[in-house]
T-cell receptor, first 112, second 115 residues
Framework: AQSVTQPDIHITVSEGASLELRCNYS??????LFWYVQSPGQGLQLLLK??????LVQGIKGFEAEFKRSQSSFNLRKPSVHWSDAAEYFC??????????FGTGTSLTVIP | DAGITQSPRHKVTETGTPVTLRCHQT?????MYWYRQDPGHGLRLIHY???????DKGEVSDGYSVSRSKTEDFLLTLESATSSQTSVYFC??????????????FGPGTRLTVL
C-alpha cells in the first residue's frame, strides 16, 4: 500500500533563510509525486510534480524538489524564504490507479 | 485556476440531521474526489467518482454517501451527521489520474460544524 510520511509537523524559519521540508513515500514502483501548498482558509495549490526524468524538479514560487529513489524521498527546498511562504505544505503520491495519498502536512512559520 | 466550486462554504448543523455538500466543476474532468481535512491527519479520501454514476469508497467512507448524476456535479451526503464529522471538506478533480502529468485540482473547501 502507498503511504506518505512528513516527519516534521511544524517548522519555523527566519525570513531569508533556506528551507527544506521532508517527505518520504512508500510505493513499489516509480511514483508520481507532488507538493501542494495551502494558505490559511484556502484550498490546495500545486507547487510542483515529478513523474520521470530529471530528479530535480522546479516549481512555482521559487520552490524545487529532488526525487531520491534510494531514500524514497521527495524533499521540498527553497533557498530563501519569504514571509508569504508561511502556509501548510502537503506531499502526495499518486500512481497508475485512481487515487492520491497525502501526508499529514508540515506547517511553516516564517519569522522576521 | 481550475473551475471548481463548493457549496455551501460554511455550514453549522445539529447531530442527526442530513447534510449534503455540493461540488461543481466546469473543466469536464472525469474524476472527482471528496476529502476531509483534520488536524494531524492531513487529507483523507472519503469517496471518489470515475464517471457519471461510477463511484468508489476511500479510506474513511463510513457515514458518507455520494452521487454523481452529471459530469459536473459530485454530491457528498452525510445521512445523519455526527460530531466526528466536523471537518473541512475538499472536492478535487483530475482528468486522468493514472497518467503522467495529471494532478488533482482542489476546490476552496467547505467548513462543516456538527453540534
Amino acid at each position: 500500500a502507498q503511504s506518505v510520511t512528513q516527519p516534521d509537523i511544524h517548522i519555523t524559519v527566519s525570513e531569508g533563510a533556506s528551507l527544506e521540508l521532508r517527505c518520504n513515500y512508500s510505493y513499489g514502483a516509480t511514483p508520481y509525486l507532488f507538493w501542494y501548498v495551502q494558505s490559511p482558509g484556502q484550498g490546495l495549490q500545486l507547487l510542483l510534480k515529478y513523474f520521470s526524468g530529471d530528479t530535480l524538479v522546479q516549481g512555482i514560487k521559487g520552490f524545487e524538489a529532488e526525487f531520491k529513489r534510494s531514500q524514497s524521498s521527495f524533499n521540498l527546498r527553497k533557498p530563501s524564504v519569504h514571509w508569504s511562504d508561511a502556509a501548510e505544505y502537503f506531499c502526495a503520491v499518486g500512481n497508475t490507479g485512481n487515487q492520491f495519498y497525502f501526508g499529514t502536512g508540515t506547517s511553516l512559520t516564517v519569522i522576521p | 485556476d481550475a473551475g471548481i466550486t463548493q457549496s455551501p462554504r460554511h455550514k453549522v448543523t445539529e447531530t442527526g440531521t442530513p447534510v449534503t455538500l455540493r461540488c461543481h466543476q466546469t473543466e469536464n474532468h472525469r474524476y472527482m474526489y471528496w476529502y476531509r481535512q483534520d488536524p494531524g491527519h492531513g487529507l483523507r479520501l472519503i469517496h471518489y467518482s470515475y464517471g457519471v454514476k461510477d463511484t468508489d469508497k476511500g479510506e474513511v467512507s463510513d457515514g458518507y454517501s455520494v452521487s454523481r448524476s452529471k459530469t459536473e456535479d459530485f454530491l457528498l451526503t452525510l445521512e445523519s451527521a455526527t460530531s466526528s464529522q466536523t471537518s473541512v471538506y475538499f472536492c478535487a478533480i483530475s482528468e486522468s489520474p493514472g497518467q503522467a502529468y495529471n494532478e488533482q485540482f482542489f476546490g476552496p473547501g467547505t467548513r462543516l460544524t456538527v453540534l
